[in-house]
């Protein structure tokens, strides 16, 4: 038995770091010293209003799902890793055994144990700890070389991999991307090294496009300011072949529908507002529309894509925090302006 400092959610805005017992890995379990943690969107849900839509923090809650440490010790049994090794965490513990599962749709397993999710009860704990014990299968290898902060980008990057996937072909692609958070930009890294002919961002704040820039973006759009700058975008009926919904707001949501050509396709990659959708336009440019929920097969995927830099997350990890500050950490996470991936960062 040794101890592990987290980072603890009680209640909306009310984080402690609290003193945790961490058990010895038992058989095929590995206890991973973590070593950095990417605050993402629901984190901050939490964090900022308690929760979102019909998910509420119900009790004390781990926040925390982007994750990469280094192996500590190894249960019986476990082969294929190494004590001191790299690993980047995959939060996703599927059942592996109802019908979801089964077809290879893991991520609709009917037991899914998520960490860091306040979606059943009681809740399943995260991993802004600087010690935790999780199964091998959940602790994939990254190179040496690569920061423990970039690993813990392989969660977020699974996403958008899979949202990919959804889309289907992106070589050649017309790509818009609405939203330039670090889901957003993530999918302007994964677009471009998929062989997009262009991606177009938009925002509704100048500092992410600025990035978006930066990070090969053909062109940026702030549809606050100016939302008729995407009409140029938008004649003879749509010129995207593929949007990738990353904004949540339901607004983006309508107005991809002007954006994407005849036979295009529109994938809703965050959870956000209801919205009213122009379904007639659905109907007449027979525009295929699909959600993308997490990921599975695509965090080995994402691993091993950071691990030689062939997807450089690096300019978007904007600031690290010591544990002892994760309050300060969420709220410079709200910020837009200032934040793209905030970092939690624990002692070695
Ligand atoms: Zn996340
Ligand atoms: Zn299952």
């Known amino acids: 038995m040794t101890s592990a400092r987290a980072c603890v959610l009680h209640a909306k805005g009310d984080i402690r770091i609290e003193d945790r017992q961490v058990a010895a890995p038992d058989a095929n379990e590995v206890l991973v010293r973590v070593g950095a943690g990417g605050i993402c969107g629901s984190d901050l849900h939490y964090f900022q209003d308690g929760g979102f839509g019909a998910i509420r923090v119900r009790e004390p809650i781990i926040l925390g799902h982007e994750v990469a440490g280094r192996v500590e010790a190894l249960g019986s049994g476990v082969s294929g890793l190494a004590v001191g090794q790299k690993v980047a965490l995959n939060p996703s513990k599927p059942c592996n055994a109802c019908r979801h599962c089964l077809q290879g749709m893991q991520q609709h397993c009917l037991d899914m144990r998520f960490m860091g999710s306040a979606m059943r009860l009681p809740h399943v704990q995260g991993a802004f700890r600087d010690r935790i014990v999780i199964d091998a299968v959940q602790c994939v290898p990254v190179d040496d070389a690569l920061s423990l902060g970039e690993a813990a980008m ?48 938009t925002d509704v704040a100048d500092e992410p496009l600025f990035l978006a820039r930066t990070l090969g973006a053909f062109d ?20 995207f072949d593929i949007c990738f919904e990353c904004s949540g707001a339901g607004s983006a949501l309508a107005a991809a ?33 699909c959600g993308s929920f997490r990921f599975h097969a695509e965090f080995a995927v994402a691993a091993s894509l950071l691990s030689d830099r062939r997807i450089d997350v690096r300019p978007l990890i904007s600031a690290t925090y010591p544990l002892a500050q994760a309050k300060a950490a969420f709220e410079e996470a709200g910020d837009r302006r200032r934040a793209t991936k905030v970092q939690l960062v624990f002692d070695e």
């Open 154 to 201: 392989a969660e977020p990057l699974a996403v958008v991999l899979h949202s990919l996937n959804q889309a289907g072909s992106v070589t050649g692609a017309r790509v818009l991307v609405t939203g330039s958070g670090p889901i957003g930009l993530l999918t302007l890294l994964a677009a471009r090294f998929a062989g997009a002919a262009e991606v177009v961002m």
């Open 220 to 239: 940026t759009v702030n549809v606050a300011a100016s939302a008729a700058d995407l009409d140029r975008h938008v004649q003879d009926r749509g010129h």
């Open 257 to 289: 529908f002007a954006a994407v050509r005849p036979r295009g396709t529109i994938v809703r990659v965050g959870i956000g507002d209801i919205a009213s959708l122009p379904l007639n336009m659905l109907v007449a440019r027979e525009i295929r529309l």
